[in-house]
């Protein structure tokens, strides 16, 4: 398996990797999505809230601000079934508390937390609109979860795979350029020169077969590479997308080691 870092963008990262098949890529992409530990709001105890918002739509809001989760910050923290306490601890949660008057817009940085590590990634997403002489008070309680039990615990917004896609142009083509007209990703160009379509953005390829479509001397194919694909992991923000692809790799090898050593009667 070899694995390329195409472009790597904040919270995105793009790669390609070949000498796999579907069936990995898609397990990759399930566990990146719906099995990577992460923080979020659970429970919220509300003292007060004078705000027009009801109680329930705030806890909502709460509930799916990303929050701080890398490695780094939750290497203490474990998961709530296999926390030894009956409710909540130190171990298993950490505690926000909310305070504010108005008038103004609450933010998410107005959020102080006790972990100063576990705290909103952004601070500009509003919660609510406080009026003169309003007040919110509440505790939210985060946890560790997963995005099968949730999806505020999903850490992905974006994760997908595509086939690496394979174009060629044989003899047969009469030089019309109708199909650089009709590609809507710019993946075709026409060289002056070489007077010949040449293929200059090979991986932005959909395989529409648009070009396909209105080459009346049917010398273009679209196809792909077997064994090869393009991934796109974009997170929230809350982990890096490295480091969810990495957690991803090693619950996948934690899951067919179990396969293993059930098969060998371990």
């Not at 790669?15 to 399930?30: G, K, L, M």
């Not at 003169?132 to 994760?159: M, R, S």
Request: aromatic share 6%.
């Amino acid at each position: 398996m070899e694995i390329d870092v195409k472009e790597k963008n904040g919270n995105e990262l793009v790669f390609v990797i070949e000498d796999v098949d579907v069936t990995f890529v898609n397990a990759i992409r399930r566990i990146c999505m719906m099995e990577i530990p992460k923080m979020a709001i659970e429970d919220v105890y509300v003292v007060k809230n004078d705000s027009a918002m009801f109680d329930e739509v705030l806890a909502h809001r709460l509930g799916l601000i990303p929050l701080v989760s890398d490695s780094e910050s939750i290497e203490t923290l474990v998961m709530p079934d296999e926390c030894d306490c009956e409710d909540y601890c130190p171990k298993c949660t950490v505690s926000l508390v909310l305070k504010k008057k108005g008038p103004g817009v609450v933010y998410s940085k107005d959020l102080s937390s006790e972990d100063s590590k576990i705290k909103p990634v952004y601070d500009t997403i509003p919660l609510l609109k406080l009026k003169d002489n309003q007040e919110v008070e509440l505790e939210a309680i985060a946890q560790l979860g997963i995005g099968i039990e949730h999806a505020k615990w999903e850490p992905t917004t974006a994760c997908a795979y595509k086939f690496y896609p394979q174009i060629t142009i044989d003899e047969n083509c009469d030089e019309c350029q109708n199909c650089v007209e009709a590609c809507p990703r710019g993946v075709l160009e026409f060289d002056q020169k070489a007077k010949k379509v040449e293929v200059v953005d090979l991986e932005n390829c959909s395989m529409c077969k648009s070009c396909v479509r209105v080459c009346d001397t049917g010398a273009i194919n679209i196809g792909y590479q077997e064994g090869k694909f393009i991934f796109i992991i974009e997170t929230d923000g809350s982990i890096p997308p490295e480091e969810v692809l990495l957690k991803a790799c090693d619950v996948l090898f934690e899951k067919a080691d179990k396969i293993v050593t059930f098969c060998e009667g371990g």
